[in-house]
């Protein structure tokens, strides 16, 4: 108990530690009239976005809330728990809507500030960029930390209610975390790439113009899509990741609880969290003193990382040990398991996504003889990525669960994995600030294109730009690990919850029993079960399909409306006319609120229409199976399915992406023959990327942007576009909100 006082202090420093990097950002230079001209047409779409994206969420959280209160009111025959699940599930929508919009708006004030610095130098590029998006990551973990130990205390110390029930009381405020985590992380997705895509394929497809030239209508939506999607939508999704999982563990913790007395099973969770928080400060300070100019910009953010890394796993035997008694080494070697599981999907990532390994550079190679087979290798390269995430996922899960199970306490296996978990959020803040670092950069190279600022400039921040690419793709790889095993760890809680309420029901067999004690077997040879895991798994592609549907129409209404403005004014291509930049954000905003909500209100629906018909069947005397064993196999088989999808759209996505970035920085080199048969003239050496002027390697052509290489691969990253930024990182979210809308309506499927 001595170690919860960390909890508020760690929370709270790490909310003045994002204030000192916001003022640090904000203070700097901003640059050209030119560029901040650019950054506040940036500015104003973006919050202009959130605005009505945010309204609409905040209606449809209201209804839901009220919804929820009564059904489990109603079901739990309790209407002050379903008062306290309905103002937690409030709570924790308005945290998870905060946190977005924070991140966001310091990214779009840091990007502007960021392609000021690269007119100076690479470090002080990497420094506003990394600080900018580290506001972002410490205000989101750090609001998650304090909002679920905020609520507990509230619940359990000021309310009163045992501290074995609070943390169930609080599963409203993962709900709701989740809930507009996943309306944020659609909406911002689908604007994002819509936006993308059409700028694209009219800009430098059609028209043949560079990527983000002012005379495209859809530039400016673009970069305003970067900080809605991958800084506001990202940034509520970790924010409910973090709470979602915090709050699973501790229900876990209750069952050791029960039988020992001791709270610290309980709080760990929390305080180990607060810790990793502290680990991070110190990493995300020390990037200064690893960068160098005229160095990969991936090298200093991999060397903090493993600081972090370090620093983490010294907390995690001072934690163990002060809150475990004496089985902390156990728990301690589950802790370093999800450590290594959180270090092996960053490089897993690396390997997938990035131009320095064989399948980006394969993928490089099958441009070469057209779309086609650039999309083949692509595909083929995504499921083979699904290997390595299976294989560490389960090692990982097997692993934590032996070691708790060696503690010889009840739960202590599924407990190991719970730790395990935590050990891999402690680097959570950082892995986030990587992942806004991306956004920051990639506006800060469209407003150093726009601005017409130097070569050199460009050149760095088209460096930036790249590494930002592998960044987003890690963060991806490492949430979706998380995801992986958060979605076990709630998956238990969820049994829990349906094993507490038939330990508190007097007409149950198991009335006044120990939580681990009960029985409840998912068999999936049970019709129901099958079933229900069999819709699960559907669900998981529906819901894809639409989120990539949604993105294909807004992308074709702002293709339609760019080709518009070329036509009706031809000015615009001369450099005499101003492209309608705001026709086109306002375009790509409904489109994307519309595309939001059908796959918002099926994720939400289905496991809860799911388990109402299957509770139905099963009272009726139709089926054997139970309602919470039918959901459990929704859960169990969605999940795995979610898992796996995902990790296949995120990381075929940000291949396909870096592929057209390899090319586009001149690095795909040629004999002179083969030069010739792509188009390339190899007189002069046309075919360099203009900005980088890149030197051939000795006898050998430089195949960049124009060649028929550099087109097929834009066809791959348009494609890939929807996958990897939409629906993959959407479904992060929905493996999570299906465990999280269970949880807290598992009285409405118990008979």
Known sequence: MELVWVVPAAGLLGVLFAAWLAWDVLRRDQGTPQMQEVASMIFEGANAFMRRQYGTIAMISVVVAVVVGLLVGYFDEDVEIGV????????????????GFIGMYVAVRANVRTASAATRSLREAIAVSLRGGAVSGFMIVALSLLGVAGIFGLYSRVLDNPIDKAPFLIVGFGFGASFVALFAQ??????????????????????????????????????????????????????????????????????????????????????VRAFGLIATMVGVASVPLFTRENQDPMTPLNYAYWLIVAISAGFLALVTNLMMGEDWGWFFAAGLVGIATSVAFVYITQYYTSGSWRPVREIVRACLTGPATNIVTGTAIGFETTAATALVIGAALVTSFILGEQTGLPNGGIYGTAVATMGMLMSAAYVLSMDTFGPITDNANGIIEMAGAPPQARQITDSLDAVGNTTKALTKGYAMGSAGLAAFLLFSAFLDKVKETFAEDPNSPFFGRPLHEIPLPVDLSGVGVFVSGLLGVMLVFLFSSLAIRSVGEAAGAIIEEVRRQFREKPGIMAGTERPD???????????????????????????????????????????????????????????IGGIILATFLNNVGGAWDNAKKYIEAGLLQLPPEEARQQGVTVSGNPGHNPGHSPVASAGLVVVGKGSEAHKAAVVGDTVGDPFKDTAGPSLHVLVKLLSTVTLVLAPLFIS
């Open 84 to 99: 306290l699940t309905a103002i937690a599930f409030l709570i924790g929508a308005f945290c998870s809507a905060l946190s």
């Open 186 to 271: 659609l909406g911002g997705g689908i604007y994002t790439k819509a936006a993308d895509m059409g700028a694209d394929l009219v800009g430098k497809v059609e028209a043949g113009i560079p990527e983000d030239d002012p005379r495209n209508a859809a530039v400016v939506a673009d970069l305003v899509g970067d900080n809605v999607g991958d800084c506001a939508g990202r940034g509520a999704d970790l924010f409910e990741s973090t709470a979602a999982e915090n709050i699973g563990a501790m229900i876990l913790g209750v069952a050791i609880f029960a039988i020992t007395g001791q709270e610290e099973w309980i709080l760990f969770p929390l305080v």
């Open 581 to 639: 930049y705001g026709r086109a954000v306002d375009i790509t905003t409904r489109a994307a609120l519309r595309g939001m909500v059908a796959p918002g209100l099926l994720a939400v629906g289905l496991p809860v229409v799911v388990g109402l018909v299957f509770r139905g069947l099963h009272e009726a005397g139709w089926i054997v199976d139970t309602g919470p064993q039918t959901v459990a196999g929704l859960l169990m088989v969605g999940t």
